[in-house]
Structure formats: C-alpha cells, structure tokens
C-alpha cells in the first residue's frame, strides 16, 4: 500500500483495538487460575502437606483443601472466562458494526485495479514487520513444544501461563490496526476508478482511499512493464504530500488511469 512521506500523524489505538487487548490481558490469568484448579484436582492420596513454605507441615485431609481451593479458584475462573466472552462478544458485533465492501457510487467506473501484494510495502516496514514477528514465532514455537511434549497437564498449563507471560505481548501488534492494515496492503487490492484510488481487503472492504480530485501530480519512478514504483503529489486542505504507490502491477495501465485525475484537475 502507499504511505505519505509527509504529514503522518501518529493514531491512537480504536475501541476494537483496545477491547482485543483488554480480552488478552485475561489470558495468563485464566492460564494461571486453570493451572491451581488442575493441580488441586490431581493431589493424589487422601492426605496433603500443609504449612509454610521452609515448615513445619501439617498432614491433613486432602478433600477439604481442594474444596476450599476451588471454591475460590472456580468462581474466579468462571469470571474471567465471562468477561473474556463478553470481550469476544463485542470484537464480533464491532467488526460487523464497520462499513461494508466496496460500493461504486452511481456511475462510478473501474479504470484499473490491481494487487500490489508484498512488494507493494516498502523495505523499513518490510524489516520492522520481520523483527515483529519474531516474538511471536518464538511464543507459538514454546506453546506447540510444551503441548507436543510428555508432561503431565499441570506442567503444560503451568509453562503455557508462562510463556504466555514472558512472550504473550508480542503477539499484540499483530492484532493491531497496523497489523492489519499490513496484512491487507500484502493480500488486498488496489482500484483506480474515474473518481478516487481505494485500497481493498482480502474480504473486498475497503480500508482507505485518496480522492481523484485531491491528485495533483502522478509520476513514475522507476520499474518495469511488469511492477513498478509510482508517486503521487496530493494535496489535501493545502496540505501538499508524496505518496508512494510500491509494486504496482501492469504500471503503464495503472498510471494513465492515474493521470486522468491530474488532467481533469
């Protein structure tokens, strides 16, 4: 996708994004309540050890410790799988609560389109997206060899709530806006009508757009008849901004699509 080099400001997080982190946050404690449930539910024999942790202990029988444990431990549980629900819940109506695809308006025409696909995203973000998912590759890596192992349950859940700890915040800005946003510049597809330029997702919604009539200038970089770089001068509330357009397929078509917009200007 293209990215100004000018007049970028910085965004703050939207209601989905800070809801999706709030529903994370619950994980390690869901993790770490189910690791004390299980493992009280698995005291093996009819007495247990109880006291400080250097002593002295106390043997005394097992089943009154697990029902005063778990009826702690349940309820807690209980609750936060309630809100991590009610989380998911609100994630699902805010996402169909967002516009649709892409609509032509009346008598709007498709000139060009096009999928810029990962060469469309230029090398810093290219590297910092790289660098981002090696915090996650190495959580994911932890949770598939601690679940693929021989330990006992506890022990996965206990080292799953740790690692979820240790590496779990990583996988946050995967889940972000400009997580997505990435996503959709490598997957989605770019459409030039005779009124605007729009960038679409995978699923065909449309997640930005520059208006032909803020389009002063279009020019090609450098390329070939395959992909090319292409830029744009736009200028919006006299605010003047270059825009790159990377990996832009079948170029030619694409730009004389584009200069249309700067003739009628």
């Not at 598939?144 to 700890?165: D, M, Q, R």
């Not at 960038?199 to 970089?221: F, K, M, T």
């Not at 901004?241 to 249309?260: H, K, N, Q, T, Y």
Request: hydrophobic share 50%; aromatic share 8%; charged share 20%.
């Amino acid at each position: 996708m293209s990215q100004a080099r000018k007049g970028k400001g910085t965004q703050l997080p939207s209601r989905r994004d800070r809801v999706a982190l709030a529903a994370a946050a619950y994980i390690p404690i869901f993790l770490f309540l189910a690791t004390v449930i299980v493992a009280v539910l698995l005291i093996p024999g009819e007495m247990v050890q109880v006291g400080r942790r250097r002593g002295p202990y106390t043997l005394v029988p097992a089943l009154p410790v697990q029902i005063g444990v778990l009826a702690v431990a349940v309820p807690l549980a209980g609750v936060v799988l309630a809100r991590m629900a009610r989380a998911a819940y609100s994630l699902w109506t805010t996402r169909h609560a967002e516009p649709g695809g892409f609509v032509l308006v009346p008598g709007e025409i498709i000139a060009w389109r096009g999928k810029q696909g990962w060469r469309g995203i230029d090398r810093t973000r290219l590297v910092m997206a790289l660098l981002t998912c090696i915090g996650p590759a190495l959580y994911v890596g932890w949770l598939v060899h601690v679940w693929t192992g021989g330990e006992p349950l506890v022990l996965k859940l206990f080292w799953s709530f740790f690692a979820t700890v240790a590496l779990g915040a990583t996988v946050a800005p995967l889940m972000s806006k400009p997580g997505r946003t990435f996503v959709n510049d490598v997957l989605g597809e770019m459409v030039v009508t005779d009124r605007r330029i729009a960038w679409c997702s995978p699923r065909g919604d449309q997640y930005r757009e520059i208006l032909g009539a803020e389009i002063e200038d279009a020019a090609l970089v450098e390329g070939d008849g395959q992909r090319a770089w292409i830029v744009l001068t736009q200028v919006r509330h006299t605010k003047v901004s270059e825009v790159d357009l990377f990996g832009v397929p079948e170029p030619a078509e694409a730009l004389v699509a584009i200069r249309r917009f700067v003739s009628s200007t």
